[in-house]
Every structure is written in structure tokens, then in C-alpha cells.
């Protein structure tokens, strides 16, 4: 059976997997540029103490390379101090730039809207007044229309700020959604101020909240730092677009390929892969790579694990490394004449030879870690030798302070090499993948490491495997929404049969994440 597999493991030509709920129109990745004193400029969480400047309005949108057509959201910070209109002049100019811009800052009135609109915004940004001035933003949209007209709603642990969130709004998040939907407005900005401008992420639990709140659609804002952002938010049924602004001036984010990316967000299914650690031909498991204890046959878990949907599944012989042996080659037949599915094997490969022998044991991608960390060139012979889809990078991260270190001979030994710098060197080298272990979390049932995740999906372009801490579904959907992973591995919780892999595949598909059937 194993030469047989490779004929049903391909992902050429995948069909994209409908998601219930999303919307098909095209989700907008908006350009954000805020003002102050007429350069363009980031607070971090709504502080002006914070500020950094960035340039002149049209300079920073060449560098951008923003097209002509883009819808543009800027925002006037010195308008939102004073509560008047105060940029008028470059409006007016990007206006004219053949930008659909949409603007807020300083509208209190009537007359203070029109002098946005008669600058050529397509758009009303209204904040203080849809929460204060319920009467003026029904006059607003009566005067002006519900689809030039979008409100502001800016959020901090739970409460909506105005004022250029400086005090807090006289109406609940509820009443304020409540009006917004009477009115038939079609769309809401809603801003997390505590992950505004930090990069870290959105705030995914607040748009979640929104949409069993309200049935309006809603623009994203704040925190977006990673493509993978864009993607998530895509695949949110209730958001039809995010605005973008540190991640894009900081160069994090291309404004193309991100809006390339969002055009199809579901057209590759993420991956549920069960992990077999693997001691002297038994299956075992521990916690932060120790307390070592029997899980069973590795040929009856993986045949299981297939009848349940597993899409991949990985092997890892926690002792080859540590005695230095190599993998026990005959569990690796035997479990590869056992399945259809896509194998990746790992432990104890030290050169191209032991890499070709696990291939001919009947894997379809081998992992090496201990051996490329002490000879890095051996990624790259192994890519030349096998192709860069047969390379999976196995990294076993251990926090330390503000980042993480690599470690070696199953998580045993620390090394001085950053792991997120030795993941991006191995993408260089040939890497067609990386599966990345948190030491720290290692069955724990804790949940992934969000901030390890991204720190590495950040600024890798090839695929990462969340593996280590995965408790409950929510982790599994928490690692590919927030924390940007390919495809999310894990070990006791489904040899303890706490859930079954079915279990995360339905609960994925019902949060907007994209599965195979």
C-alpha cells in the first residue's frame, strides 16, 4: 500500500471549501493613514505621547504603492481633539488622487460632514457621535445617505471611547449597535483600542462578540501585523474588511498580495494532524518532554486516527536522538503500509542517507532537528536531493525571557540560536515546512503559544504546524485565527481520546475555518 499513497495525498487542484455563512463579496484591505499636524502618524493604544511620524501624506502613499481606485481611511487626529474638521486640504487632495476616501475626525454637525464630503470623501467616519449624539448620526444618514455614512465604535476592555478615546461614551455597546441597525447603516468600523498599533493581532473574541450582538457588517481595526490577520478576518462572516495602518508603513504587510490573499481565503483547507511520539516501537507521552508514559500500538493509533479524518500524521522517535540511534525504520513501514494518508517522520536523521531511508520506509516527508541545528547545510542537500516538500523543519522552542531558544535531543538541550531566526534560515535553506513545538506548553493542555506562533508565521512564507498545549477546541481554532499556523498538531488529547480528530474538524468548520471533508 505504501507506493500506492501518493496518488491520494496530492493537494493539486483542491476545491475550496465552503464555508457556512461567509459572504461572498469581496472583502475590502483598506489603507489607513492617521494625521496629525499634517504628517502621517501611529499612536500606540490611542496615545498621543506615542506618536510617530511617518512622512507627508502622498509620499507615504507612493511607498505604499497604493492603486489608484483603493479605498483609503484616514483619520483626523488634530479634528478628533478639537471636534472641527482640520484636514481638509490634504482630503481634498488625496481626493483628487482618484482615492475613494473615507474619513472621519472632528464631525459634530451637519455642516461638518459636508465640508468632508464637498473635499471629495466618499465616506463619513463618525465615532463620538454614533455613540453620544444618537439624534445628529439619524440626521446624518438621512441627509447624506446609509452608505456614506460609518460608524466609529473604538473599544476598550468593554466600554466604547469618544473624544479621540479620551472618555468614555454615554451608551453601551449594545444601545449603540441597536440604534446603528435601526438606521440600516451597512457598515461599522469597530476599533480595539488596547491593540491598536501594537501588532500584535486583532482582537478576534471582539468581533466574535459583535456578531451575536449585531447582524451589521463590520470593518476591523487595530492590531492587524501579519497577512494571516487579513485572512482570518476574511473568513469572518460579519466583517467585510479591516484597515490597515502600522503593519503596512512598517512593511509587514504588502498591501497586493495581501488583497491576493483575501480574494480566495478559503481555497486551501487548514490540516488536522495527530502526532505519534514514538519510544522503542511504542507509542508514549509527557509533559514538557518528560514523564514519559505508554499510549499504545502506533499502528493501531494511526489506523484510527485515518477513520477519524486525520489529514497527515506525524511520527517523531523521541529516543533515536537521544541514544543515538536511528528511527526504528520497521515501525515506519509498518504504520505506512497501514494508511492512505500523508506520513512525516522524524528523529534521528543525521545525513541524506538516514533522510532517504525513512523515504523508503514508505514516509512522505521527513523532519530533521538536532542534525540541521549542528549542520545546517544539511537542509539544504536534502532539498537538492528530495524536493522542498519533502523537508519539514522540526523546531522545538523554549521561551527564554523575550524569545525563544531551539533545542535539541527532544527538547533536552538549549541551545544560544533563536528560533525564530534559525526557522526563517531554514526557509532559505530548502525548508518546505516548519512543524513548531513550544517545550513550554508540550502536553500541557495550556493551549498553543500565540506569541510564538506568531513571531514565527510573521516572517515566514512557508507553512508552520502548531504543536504543544492544545486543551480544548477553542486552541485548535486560536493557532490558525490569531496565531497564523498551516495546520495544527496534536498528541494526548486524542491518544486520551478527550476529542477525536472528527471533533476538531466539525468545530473548525463551524468557526469559518476552512477543513477537508
Not at 516501537?281 to 518528560?290: A, H, Q, S
Not at 484510527?304 to 543515538?324: K, P, Q
Not at 471533533?503 to 477537508?516: A, C, F, M, Q
Request: aromatic share 4%; net charge negative.
Amino acid at each position: 500500500m505504501t507506493a500506492d499513497r501518493k496518488s491520494h495525498t496530492t493537494d493539486k487542484g483542491a476545491q475550496p471549501t465552503a464555508v457556512p455563512g461567509l459572504s461572498s463579496a469581496v472583502f475590502a484591505v483598506i489603507p489607513s493613514l492617521d494625521l496629525l499636524n499634517d504628517r502621517v502618524v501611529r499612536l500606540t493604544h490611542g496615545d498621543f505621547a506615542t506618536a510617530r511620524v511617518y512622512g507627508a501624506p502622498e509620499e507615504v502613499l507612493e511607498s505604499l504603492h497604493v492603486p489608484a481606485g483603493s479605498r483609503l481611511h484616514i483619520v483626523d487626529l488634530d479634528g478628533s481633539r478639537s471636534g472641527k474638521p482640520i484636514a481638509t486640504a490634504i482630503v481634498r487632495r488625496l481626493a483628487h488622487r482618484d482615492l475613494r476616501v473615507q474619513v472621519g475626525g472632528g464631525i459634530r454637525s451637519l455642516d461638518d460632514a459636508k465640508r468632508w464630503l464637498d473635499c471629495g470623501a466618499e465616506k463619513i467616519v463618525v465615532g463620538t457621535v454614533a455613540a453620544d449624539s444618537p439624534h445628529l448620526l439619524a440626521a446624518l444618514v438621512e441627509t447624506f445617505g446609509t452608505s456614506r455614512v460609518i460608524p466609529a465604535i473604538d473599544i476598550r476592555d468593554g466600554v466604547i471611547r469618544v473624544a479621540g478615546w479620551e472618555r468614555e461614551a454615554s451608551s453601551s455597546i449594545e444601545e449603540v449597535f441597536g440604534r446603528i441597525e435601526s438606521l440600516g447603516i451597512e457598515e461599522v468600523l469597530v476599533t480595539d483600542i488596547s491593540r491598536d498599533g501594537a501588532l500584535h493581532g486583532p482582537s478576534f473574541p471582539l468581533y466574535r462578540q459583535v456578531r451575536h450582538k449585531a447582524r451589521v457588517k463590520i470593518i476591523a481595526s487595530g492590531g492587524v501585523s501579519a497577512i494571516g490577520d487579513v485572512v482570518s478576518l476574511a473568513r469572518f462572516g460579519n466583517v467585510s474588511g479591516c484597515v490597515i495602518g502600522k503593519a503596512l508603513l512598517e512593511g509587514r504587510i504588502d498591501l497586493d498580495m495581501a488583497r491576493a490573499r483575501v480574494a480566495t481565503p478559503n481555497a486551501i483547507p487548514e490540516r488536522v494532524i495527530p502526532c505519534l511520539d514514538v519510544r522503542d516501537g511504542r507509542v508514549v507521552k509527557g509533559i514538557n518532554f518528560t514523564n514519559i508514559r505508554d499510549a499504545g500500538d502506533p499502528v493501531e493509533a494511526a489506523t484510527r486516527y485515518e477513520a477519524e479524518g486525520a489529514d497527515e500524521l506525524v511520527i517523531l522517535d523521541i529516543s533515536a536522538t537521544d541514544s543515538n540511534r536511528q528511527t526504528a525504520l520497521d515501525t515506519v513501514r509498518r504504520v505506512a503500509d497501514a494508511i492512505f494518508i500523508p506520513l512525516t517522520v522524524g528523529g534521528g536523521i543525521r545525513n541524506v542517507e538516514d533522510f532517504r531511508a525513512m523515504l523508503r520506509a514508505g514516509a512522505d516527508r521527513v523532519g530533521i532537528n538536532t542534525a540541521a541545528l549542528r549542520n545546517p547545510p544539511l537542509i539544504a542537500e536534502c532539498a537538492a536531493e528530495f524536493g522542498v516538500q519533502a523537508v519539514v523543519l522540526s523546531c522545538d522552542a523554549k521561551r527564554v525571557g523575550e524569545h525563544w531558544l531551539a533545542t535539541v535531543r527532544s527538547g533536552k538541550e538549549l541551545t544560544a540560536i533563536n528560533a525564530i531566526d534559525w526557522c526563517k534560515r531554514a526557509e532559505e535553506l530548502g525548508a518546505g515546512e516548519i512543524l513548531l513545538t513550544s517545550v513550554d506548553r508540550d502536553g500541557t493542555s495550556e493551549g498553543y503559544d500565540i506569541e510564538l506562533l506568531r513571531a514565527a508565521t510573521g516572517v515566514l512564507n512557508i507553512g508552520v504546524i502548531a504543536s504543544g498545549g492544545a486543551g480544548t477546541l477553542d486552541d485548535f481554532r486560536d493557532a490558525i485565527e490569531a496565531g497564523g499556523a498551516r495546520a495544527v498538531l496534536a498528541a494526548s488529547l486524542f491518544h486520551d481520546r478527550v476529542l477525536t480528530v472528527g471533533d476538531v474538524k466539525r468545530y473548525l468548520e463551524i468557526e469559518g475555518i476552512p477543513v477537508r471533508k
